[in-house]
């Protein structure tokens, strides 16, 4: 069963601190993966698409890499504002069949 | 540019009610989706539609029905609300699902069935 572990489950920083957040998973074959930032009470806004031969890319202060080896992605965020507090939630899709899975989210805090 | 607007945004219904969970897109997206997202979960697949005028179940499609009768729009149907059905429900679109495009995603439905 194709499976998407995001870790840590909430992570609480203060502002201006940098953070990284991971995502393992398990979904074959593999397609490509993406990050979503959720805030509260709004529906998930992408932020980067990574393909299978793509190692780092980034938009503004977030930078995702991914490892394709190892199955591990993660997400920096630099110089965290207080705006960054939100969901972020990883999906991989598996080729072929478009199907993606989601995983639970990691819930980030950011503290003036 | 309005992207994937969901109707409504609030609903309370009884158990046993029925009601139907509007979405549309102007982005001329061939892929469109429902999902649900309960507290502490990740957002779960309902339905898809690929195309206009088809459409697939997914991880728990019990206790809804969907129909795309167009291509702009993808409509939720709960039969007979249940407590189980309280949730956030979300519609998406993409252009394609075969390339795991990005998907574009409404605000959200806060479901509540007492």
């Known amino acids: 069963k194709n499976q998407v572990e995001q870790s840590p489950q909430s992570l609480i920083i203060l502002e201006g601190k940098n953070c990284t957040l991971q995502c393992n998973y398990t979904v074959s074959p593999f397609s490509n993966l993406r990050w979503y930032k959720q805030d509260t009470g709004r529906g998930p806004v992408s932020l980067t698409i990574m393909t299978f031969s793509e190692n780092t890319k980034s938009n503004g202060r977030y930078t995702a890499t991914l490892d394709a080896d190892t199955k591990q992605s993660s997400l920096h965020i630099t110089a965290s504002q207080l705006s960054d507090s939100a969901s972020y939630i990883c999906?991989?899709?598996?080729w072929g069949a478009g199907k993606s899975t989601f995983g639970d989210g990691t819930t980030l805090t950011v503290k003036p | 540019n309005a992207g994937v607007t969901q109707t409504p945004k609030f609903q309370v219904l009884k158990t046993g009610q029925s009601m139907t969970l509007q979405c549309a897109q102007d982005?001329?997206?061939?892929?469109m989706y429902w999902y649900r997202q309960d507290p502490g979960m990740g957002l779960r697949l309902i339905y898809y539609?690929?195309?206009?005028?088809?459409?697939d179940k997914g991880e728990v499609p019990d206790g809804y029905n969907v129909s795309r009768l167009k291509k702009q729009n993808f409509l939720l149907g709960l039969e007979s609300a249940a407590p189980s059905q309280t949730s956030v429900y979300f519609c998406?679109?993409?252009?394609?699902?075969?390339?795991?495009?990005?998907?574009?995603f409404g605000q959200g439905t806060r479901l509540t069935v007492v």
């Open positions: 539609s690929a195309s206009e005028g088809t459409t």
């Open positions: 982005m001329n997206h061939n892929s």
């Open positions: 999906v991989v899709s598996e």
């Open positions: 998406a679109s993409s252009y394609s699902r075969d390339t795991g495009t990005e998907a574009f």
